[in-house]
């Protein structure tokens, strides 16, 4: 599976907003008829900013927050080129911020869902952007991609043996697809040369071609790229592998590179298991950086075991393309440390903060939930029985509440059994779900005595959390002695 699509992609122009006015990059935020979003229940009015780290992960670190006015509007000012995404949980808009061509003055509309969201985060959401926005040419550029594919696919499925037909029937499907092969070519360019060249925007429009000929059955070397192809790319591997379309063009070209290898009967498994880069390199004509990204890559793919065995020898690595992945992957593990926690405060039912180590010294146990939930109510009288007869001194425990609103505070305060029990607001702020690495309600976070996490994920009291208690302080008295 390639990692572009599926977004709901937006492109921002300009100079990477640098030097510009304080409203040159203007964000409304409506519901679907129009009205500001900060009206409807749950929305809010602050919208929290997430930078990716890179495109082969897709992962963002959370770093600023707008804050929208009572009108639904907001200035985002001092974005530089990249991929973000903008929260308010449970929704969630994907952007592109590209200084490729200079632009100014455009107010671009997220439209918060009507819809019942799936999740407790992560759920897609509309962005608008005016007539003319280079937003407007890739969703244009889409919808003719699909519609030509939807012309094709019985012939697409005929051609390539997955439906089937006799010899005639399979001659004349594969002489469709070679003739809309052919007759796309001269379109595609004129529709990709709209876009600029090695530029994020022009990447994903790229990729999305690159995707769309390759699914008709032609090679990745049978492209309509050869003006783009055959041009030099200034941009340095940093700000290639920070695009999102260049890194699912970069896999798509080379799609099964190790079959090459295979039937020339070379060890490319055992190369790339005992990081062997000189023997890889050298197999492949590529350089380190190509190396390294092609076993970044590999981590999705089926032989991902020897992609990943690589990195454990390889991550010293001081070629561009390591250290992007090493300080990614550093980033990301800080993100769910008990540093990072230690770096936060907790809310307080009272509004008041105190450090998020508070009780250190013993076993913690924090479940996190919500007013509404039926299993985190169960689950929370489960783990009230068991720390009032069984846990024993050395371990404390509390509640840390994802309610959106202080109603759903409040509520979630009123199931306390005595107001010695503790009560945390998480709230709707994506920085602490990533720090908790929150995936559901309820959920169970264990931090050991030394302030170390133990689990962001748990057993549940029901499940098995109260033996898998007794386990780790066992193990944890052992290494003591």
């Given amino acids: 599976m390639h990692r572009v699509f599926g977004f709901a992609w937006l492109l921002l122009c300009g100079h990477s907003f640098k030097g510009w006015s304080q409203t040159d990059v203007v964000i409304r935020w409506v519901d679907e008829q129009g009205q500001p979003a900060c009206q409807s229940e749950g929305a809010g009015h602050t919208l929290h900013v997430s930078t990716w780290m890179d495109g082969v992960t897709q992962q963002a670190v959370q770093g600023a927050d707008l804050v929208v006015d009572e009108t639904g509007i907001s200035a985002w000012n001092g974005a530089g080129s990249g991929v973000y995404t903008l929260e308010a949980l449970p929704w969630a808009w994907t952007l592109v911020v590209d200084d490729a061509e200079p632009r100014q003055g455009d107010t671009l509309t997220l439209v918060w869902p009507s819809r019942r ?133 970069w896999e798509l070209e080379h799609e099964s590179w190790w079959k090459s290898l295979e039937e020339r009967r070379a060890p490319w498994r055992s190369w790339a298991a005992t990081g062997q880069v000189d023997s890889l390199c050298q197999a492949m004509s590529w350089t380190q950086d190509e190396a390294h990204l092609a076993m970044w890559l590999g981590q999705s793919q089926s032989w991902s075991r020897w992609a990943e065995a690589w990195w454990d020898v390889r991550w010293r690595d001081h070629c561009e393309v390591a250290e992007i992945r090493r300080l990614s992957d550093q980033t990301h593990s800080h993100l769910s440390s008990a540093q990072s926690w230690g770096d936060m405060r907790w809310m307080l039912p009272n509004g008041d903060l105190e450090p998020a180590w508070a009780g250190e010294g013993s076993w913690g146990l924090w479940l996190i939930t919500r007013h509404g ?56 702020d994506p920085g602490w779900w990533d720090r908790l690495d929150v995936l559901g309600v309820p959920q169970v976070v264990v931090v050991r005595p030394d302030g170390q996490i133990q689990t962001h994920q748990a057993p549940l009291p029901s499940g098995g959390l109260f033996s898998a208690m007794r386990r780790w302080q066992k193990l944890e008295g052992s290494r003591r002695r």
């Fill in 373 to 428: 939930s039926s299993a985190g109510d169960r689950e929370l009288a489960l783990l009230r029985n068991w720390m009032v007869n069984e846990a024993g001194p050395d371990v404390a425990w509390g509640v840390l509440s994802v309610d959106g609103d202080e109603q759903g505070l409040y509520a979630t305060l009123k199931k306390r059994a005595n107001v010695r029990e503790q009560v945390r607001w998480v709230g709707r």
């Fill in 117 to 249: 969201p799936l999740k407790l985060r992560g759920n897609p959401a509309t962005v608008l952007y005016p007539d003319g926005h280079p937003g407007a040419r890739l969703a244009q550029f889409t919808r003719e991609l699909e519609q030509a594919q939807d012309t094709l696919d019985l012939d697409q499925l005929v051609g390539l043996g997955l439906v089937g037909g006799g010899l005639a029937q399979t001659q004349s499907a594969q002489l469709s697809l070679r003739s809309a092969l052919d007759s796309a070519a001269s379109w595609q360019v004129k529709c990709i040369e709209g876009f600029v060249m090695h530029s994020l925007w022009g990447d994903l429009a790229r990729s999305q071609v690159l995707e769309w000929r390759m699914g008709l059955g032609a090679s990745a070397l049978d492209t309509a790229f050869s003006v783009w192809d055959g041009a030099f790319d200034p941009r340095s591997w940093a700000q290639k592998v920070a695009s999102p379309g260049w890194c699912s063009a």
